[in-house]
T-cell receptor, first 114, second 111 residues
Framework: GAGVSQSPSNKVTEKGKDVELRCDPISGHTALYWYRQSLGQGLEFLIY????????KSGLPSDRFSAERTGGSVSTLTIQRTQQEDSAVYLCASSLASGPGELFFGEGSRLTVL | GENVEQHPSTLSVQEGDSAVIKCTYS??????FPWYKQELGKGPQLIID?????GEKKDQRIAVTLNKTAKHFSLHITETQPEDSAVYFCAVCDDTGKLIFGQGTTLQVKP
């Protein structure tokens, strides 16, 4: 596809379960970002991958959150032992190069933790 | 780290009126300031951006102004239309290259 693809679009899980959210960036984009958007809130930075550099994990809220990017393309955000406060829309974005430039966002994965 | 404040959180205007949203930031080294529009159920989309070497940029009915001395920048939408109704986010690029977003402004344009 031409845009950033995220799956699943919706995920309902029980408290304590692990979840994986997937992001397929635009082909050729070297930078990939994860943001979290809680209901009615802004975009909270989680993690940033740029090429082969070590990821910027400074926004991850706890050690239950982790992310990886395999082969410089697809990324997976994993949340272990989910809590109700993890309920949010998780947005992935990619951009063509490092530094300031346009981010292309996917439509997000809506996570609901019961 | 970079801190971005956005005001107002909600804005309601009559169709045809202008809308202004303002953001302030903390890191004087920041040099890239985009604005994103998010429609319901979609991801945010870039509508305009400005870099620190210019003070104003226009694109049809939207414009962005930047005051680096005061560390604030604003989005101006003229002749608003119902399809302008959305959530608008400002952002600032920090020294590591990532975007830090404001809290968002919900704009409602009443027909």
């Amino acid at each position: 596809g031409a845009g950033v693809s995220q799956s699943p679009s919706n995920k309902v899980t029980e408290k304590g379960k692990d979840v994986e959210l997937r992001c397929d960036p635009i082909s050729g984009h070297t930078a990939l970002y994860w943001y979290r958007q809680s209901l009615g809130q802004g975009l909270e930075f989680l993690i940033y991958f740029q090429g082969n550099s070590a990821p910027d994990k400074s926004g991850l809220p706890s050690d239950r959150f982790s992310a990886e990017r395999t082969g410089g393309s697809v990324s997976t955000l994993t949340i272990q032992r989910t809590q109700q406060e993890d309920s949010a829309v998780y947005l992935c974005a990619s951009s063509l190069a490092s530094g300031p430039g346009e981010l292309f966002f996917g439509e997000g994965s809506r996570l609901t933790v019961l | 780290g970079e801190n971005v404040e956005q005001h107002p959180s909600t804005l309601s205007v009559q169709e045809g009126d202008s809308a202004v949203i303002k953001c302030t930031y903390s890191d004087s080294a920041s040099n890239y300031f985009p604005w994103y529009k998010q429609e319901l159920g979609k991801g945010p989309q870039l509508i305009i951006d400005i870099r620190s070497n210019v003070g104003e940029k226009k694109d049809q009915r939207i414009a962005v102004t930047l005051n680096k001395t005061a560390k604030h920048f604003s989005l101006h939408i003229t002749e608003t239309q119902p399809e302008d109704s959305a959530v608008y986010f400002c952002a600032v690029c920090d020294d590591t290259g990532k975007l830090i977003f404001g809290q968002g402004t919900t704009l409602q344009v009443k027909p």
